[in-house]
């Protein structure tokens, strides 16, 4: 039995329809009423890894929920085949939600998804949701731009597409912008000698948000020169987020009263670690 024919067949005439929808960074509560409204009228989700549990459990139990997630060592569907299933779904009368974490259009193959759907002649509507820069950095009270010390911020992918970022260094060697990896973790060694090779200073604060605006949030403080060295020591795992830039000394969980290595509860599940 194919996937297709397993699933209820719509009332014929049903003209198909495919909604990208972001579910933001995890906490379900960040997710637009836009959002929350396709879900519940969607008659099959495809949703990727970084869908929170939380986020997952909005999803009604009678409608059908296809895992389509790809994570490092394991690609899953391949994009092509993603896009085929969309496409095959819509054809066949669904009102399909492919629900993404985060945005669909930073960093979520969603521009993709969109042309491919727009070339088959299938209605794509798109949903924003909270980027996980936006949404991880103000959940640790980080402001991703300040007056003072930050005039810009550029979102950046940490892995490229054959896996060691290909990165305008120039671009990112000025220290009043803020800069947010996304996928970063891998290549962190690569990351922050390729930028201190390139003018940021060594002593440049870095956060890594890992499990941002989650049950399990856990933030680590560092600096470019010691954030390799906070990756192998404190094992953060997927996903994480690494935010350069002086906006990081402004984190409410920074005070100086705190020494290197010194972990503080945060609320509920929130850990932060400071480290060399």
């Known amino acids: 039995m194919t996937l297709l024919s397993a699933l209820t067949v719509p009332a014929p005439g049903t ?5 990208l929808v972001g579910a933001g960074p995890g906490d379900a509560e960040l997710l637009t009423l836009k959002a929350l409204r396709a879900i519940e009228q969607a008659t099959v989700v495809v949703v990727d ?3 929170s549990d939380e ?3 909005l999803i009604p139990s009678t409608t059908p929920c296809i895992d389509a997630g790809k994570a490092p ?3 899953g569907m391949k994009q092509q085949d993603i896009n085929r299933l969309l496409v095959d779904l819509a054809c066949a009368g669904h009102r399909v939600v492919r629900l993404k974490g985060g945005d669909p259009f930073i960093f979520g193959r969603g521009g993709e998804e969109m042309l491919a759907l727009q070339r088959a002649g ?6 924003p949701g909270i980027t996980a820069a936006a949404g991880c950095a103000a959940s640790t009270g980080i402001p991703l731009t300040h007056r003072e010390c930050a ?7 940490g892995h490229g597409k054959n896996g060691a970022p290909a990165l305008d260094w120039d671009a990112l060697r000025d220290p009043r912008q803020t800069l947010v990896f996304y996928m970063g973790l891998t290549w962190c060694a690569e990351l922050s000698r390729g930028l201190m090779d390139n003018g940021r200073a060594a002593h440049t604060p870095v956060a890594i948000i890992e499990n941002g605006t ?5 933030v680590l403080l560092t600096t470019l020169e010691g954030l390799a060295r906070t990756v192998a020591r404190e094992k953060p795992v997927s996903p994480s987020l690494l935010v350069v830039g002086e906006v990081v000394n402004l984190c409410r969980l920074a005070t100086a009263s705190q020494p290197p290595g010194h972990e503080a509860a945060l609320g509920t599940g929130a850990t932060t670690a400071y480290g060399a």
């Open 49 to 51: 890894r970084l869908v």
């Open 151 to 157: 005039q810009s911020v550029q979102f950046i992918t």
């Open 122 to 127: 299938i209605s794509c509507r798109v949903v």
């Open 214 to 218: 989650r049950a399990g949030q856990r």
């Open 15 to 19: 003209t198909g329809a495919v909604w």
């Open 55 to 57: 986020v997952l459990a």
């Open 73 to 75: 060592g394991r690609h």
